[in-house]
């Protein structure tokens, strides 16, 4: 303490009951996190212990859940094999929050070789017990060393005789007296299964003790990681996709290895075998210095990878002081974009040279792969091509549409398409449009492909392509014209003749989309009670009185074909009233064939047309 000028500076008091509720309800998740801290600092010792020593850092833990020690069966005794501490540093150290050995303190940057950097993770352990012990043979060869710390904020460091350190191995062993409410926490089958957690792909050997004196092992080869899989290729493969088939309960469509190595970022996606909810978190597992960070990997994935679970490792990228998240500097958006790059290449590299497996992939994330490229230009111009669109010649991929033209025409709604679908010429066809994102990708194909164009097509529009009847059939198809508008009136359809393929075909129902609107409006308006019934009786009204430019009367269109033999058949029929049910049955099988709701009058028109029909066809007189 210095007097200067007069006050007097003194060192910053720490409440550490204040400090460990910070800790354990503001900073961790949980009080089971003490167990991950533990194995942090016995992990870091050891690597630095390696580094004095020169050994290969494959030293060990031990870790002894409540009950596996006879002479003490309340105890948790956590042993690490590290470079331990001496009188001096366990009083420094240990005590102070925020004081880390692991941390250059000037430039306040972790050192890779270790995970710790903040100073307060020894702390956790209160979140458990009332008494920490800590025992510690250095490396260095100073006297060992017993260090108590007590969460009323007091703590005692000293050294240990002869006779108490006498077979005390080089290393550190943390004792911990869980308070009655916190001992599941430090139970044997609880402390394994955090251990496997956290620990499983740990550098160094970790292994728990069981109640009879044998143990559990706790270490796994990090398969996700290419060193630690087996040298020969066919089965690192499989042990890869065994991994996968593990980690999503599936068996996965694809891996694709990641690496990015100036974050020391590395491990693998597995392309999911099912399209996952939309809005779905990108999960999966993450490990800082092979030691479970959490399992949320929204921060290092871009957004529009959900179609993958990501297993990685990173040695390079910061974590917060939870160790639960990473921090969100330049290194891990730089290496959130090379892992969205690896992902894109992989796409067009498959799109490229395994069509077949693409395929696959992309019948099941296809409507993903869509929402996705409609915000990036980078993935649309990689899967657009891929993509399959509905065309009136058949499904085909945008791709092999292009091939047969450069100029893409396409309907912005499913009823446009349906309506028009059979007639349209099969060499120039025209795209459904009205599928989520379609006619969004659609739309922006020429900013995303050189050459071509796009244009959206009306259904009615599609009517002036087909060909009016030959010249000298004209006065006959006029007053076939005029005889089936008359019938149609009450049905708010218009009739035209054209010659059109196929000839089977015999006619088509064509409203275009403010057509439909009119109709369903009428359709609901019918149907509403009254009240709402007004309301829509208005706006069709205040529609129709619009000032301004006149909007184009909407009609709907029953064009009938003058290659069929029947609707020949019938220009000729003078029977008014065959006629009229004939017309009739018509325009229902041309709704029925666009697949469009039958209204309420159609229903009408096409029972009592059909009872007609069936009088007629039995010869019974009405
Ligand atoms: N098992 C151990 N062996 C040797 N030294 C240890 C051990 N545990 C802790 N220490 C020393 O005590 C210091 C403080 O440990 P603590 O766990 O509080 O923080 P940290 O590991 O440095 O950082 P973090 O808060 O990020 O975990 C460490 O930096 C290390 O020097």
Redesign the pocket.
């Known amino acids: 303490m210095e007097n200067t000028g007069g006050s007097l500076v003194r060192p910053f008091q720490v409440d550490l009951g204040g400090v460990v509720d910070l800790l354990s309800r503001h900073i961790y998740s949980g009080a089971h996190v003490y167990l991950r ?2 194995l ?3 992990r ?2 050891i690597a ?1 212990r390696a580094k004095v020593a020169g050994q290969d850092g494959r030293g060990n833990i031990e870790i002894f859940p409540v009950g596996t020690v006879p002479e003490a069966p309340d105890e948790f005794v956590f042993r ?1 094999a ?4 001496s009188a001096a ?1 366990a009083g420094e ?2 005590a102070t929050v925020g ?5 250059d303190d000037v430039l306040n940057l972790r050192d890779e070789d ?10 956790s352990c209160f979140m458990v017990s009332d008494r920490i012990v ?1 025992r ?1 043979r250095s490396v260095h060869g100073h006297p060992p060393v017993e260090w108590t710390g007590s969460a009323d904020g007091t703590f005692a460091v000293r050294e240990l005789s002869e006779a108490e350190s006498a077979g005390m191995a080089i ?2 062993e ?1 004792r911990l007296s869980p308070r009655p409410d916190d001992a599941a926490l430090l139970s044997a089958e609880k402390v394994l299964s955090l251990a496997r957690r956290f620990g499983r792909y740990l550098p160094v050997e970790v292994r728990v003790r069981r109640a009879d004196g044998t143990w559990d092992a706790v270490n796994e080869p990090a398969v996700f990681l290419p060193q630690d899989r087996p040298a020969d290729e066919r089965s690192a493969a499989g042990v890869l996709e065994e991994f996968g088939a593990e980690l999503l309960g599936n068996r996965p469509l694809e891996t694709i290895e990641l690496s990015v190595p100036a974050t020391g970022t590395q491990g693998v996606a597995y392309v999911l075998p099912f399209a996952p909810p939309p809005g779905s978190r990108r999960s999966g597992e993450l490990y800082l210095g092979r030691m479970l960070l959490g399992e949320d990997l929204s921060e290092l994935l871009p957004e529009w990878a959900y179609f993958v679970r990501c297993v990685l490792n990173t040695e390079g990228l910061r974590p917060t ?1 939870s ?1 639960e998240q990473l921090v969100a500097d330049e290194a891990l958006e730089y290496t959130r974009e090379e892992i969205g790059k690896a992902l894109r290449r992989w796409i067009v590299q498959q799109a490229t040279t395994r069509p077949a497996r693409f395929e696959r992939f992309v019948a099941v994330h296809h409507l993903g792969l869509k929402s996705m490229a409609v915000h990036d230009d980078d993935l649309a111009a990689a899967v657009l091509p891929w993509l399959t669109v509905e065309t009136s010649a058949g499904r085909m991929t945008v791709r092999d549409y292009l091939d047969q033209s450069r100029h893409v025409r396409y309907v912005e709604t499913v009823d446009e398409f349906r309506q028009i679908a059979a007639v349209v010429p099969p060499d120039h066809p025209v795209i459904n449009g009205g599928y989520t994102y379609e006619s969004d990708l659609l739309r922006r194909l020429p900013l995303l492909i050189d050459g071509v164009t796009v244009e959206q097509v009306q259904a009615s529009s599609i009517l002036d392509e087909l060909a009016p009847p030959p010249m000298d059939d004209r006065s006959s198809t006029s007053a076939l014209e005029r005889r089936a508008a008359a019938v149609l009136a009450e049905l708010g359809s218009d009739a035209l003749v054209r010659s059109f393929r196929p000839d089977d075909v015999t006619a088509l129902y064509v409203a275009d989309a403010a057509a439909i609107r009119r109709i369903e409006r009428t359709e609901v308006r019918d149907s509403a009670p009254a009240v709402w019934a007004e309301v829509l009786g208005g706006i069709e009204s205040s529609l129709a009185g619009r000032t301004g430019p006149k909007p184009r009367r909407t009609t709907a269109q029953l064009c009938l074909n003058w290659q069929n033999s029947m609707i020949r058949q019938l220009s000729g029929l003078d029977d008014q009233l065959v006629f009229d049910r004939s017309v009739r049955l018509i325009y229902i099988q041309a709704l029925l064939a666009g697949h469009r709701p039958l209204s309420r009058a159609d229903r009408t028109v096409m029972t009592t047309a059909m009872s007609d029909l069936i009088q007629l066809s039995v010869g019974i007189t009405g």
């Open positions: 801290e533990l942090q600092n016995g870091d010792a630095a690490d590290g470079q331990g501490l540093e150290l240990l004081k880390s050995s692991k941390r270790f995970l710790g950097q903040f100073g307060i993770g020894l702390l800590v510690s290393g550190t943390v002081a160790r």
